[in-house]
């Protein structure tokens, strides 16, 4: 049932963001986070997709068995320090769906901490978004629907907004 469940899910989607630089850490693959914070001309491309990797086989191992009937679109930004450790995790846009919002939570949180920052990099974090889609447009991995349609407000998810390990 898992197994189903993984092949109708889409991946981690990319967003453009005025804030992310242009350049050669200007990203137009779907399948690692979307940098919010400056680079400091450093590449992330490696270091982002290997955390990926992390968080993806940590998404799958908590995709609830139900999600392959269910659709749904999410995002998470935190910041991962210079040790790797992650830290302010928030809640951005909901799936409206409990178990969808907390495999996608626990991804992270399981995945914690990750690979230090490459060294070349000084500043003290980096702030990412992740998009994570169940079921929703091309199926397969690698593919993410647009971001252009406004998120369906919530009533109620019952779910933190917010994270900072202390």
């Known amino acids: 049932m898992k197994l189903a469940a993984l092949l109708l899910v889409t991946t981690l989607g990319l967003g453009q963001s005025a804030s992310t630089p242009s350049g050669p850490n200007e990203r137009s693959s779907n399948d690692s986070p979307e940098i919010l914070s400056d680079t400091q001309g450093v590449n992330f491309d490696g270091y982002l997709k290997g955390i990926w990797q992390t ?39 909901s799936a409206c769906d409990l178990s969808l919002d907390r495999a996608a939570w626990g991804a992270l949180v399981a995945s914690n901490p990750l690979p230090p920052l490459p060294d070349e990099f000084k500043g ?11 079921n929703l447009g091309k199926v397969g991995i690698g593919t993410a629907p647009s971001d252009s349609a406004p998120a369906k407000p919530c009533k109620d998810t019952r779910f933190p907004m917010h994270f900072d390990k202390q």
């Open 55 to 93: 968080i993806r086989q940590n998404w799958v191992k908590l995709i609830p068995a139900d999600a392959q009937f269910k659709k749904g679109k999410l995002a998470i930004q935190f910041s991962i320090l210079k040790n790797g450790e992650i830290r302010s995790m928030s809640l951005t846009s």
């Open 124 to 134: 003290q974090y980096l702030r990412l978004r992740t998009r994570f889609y169940y």
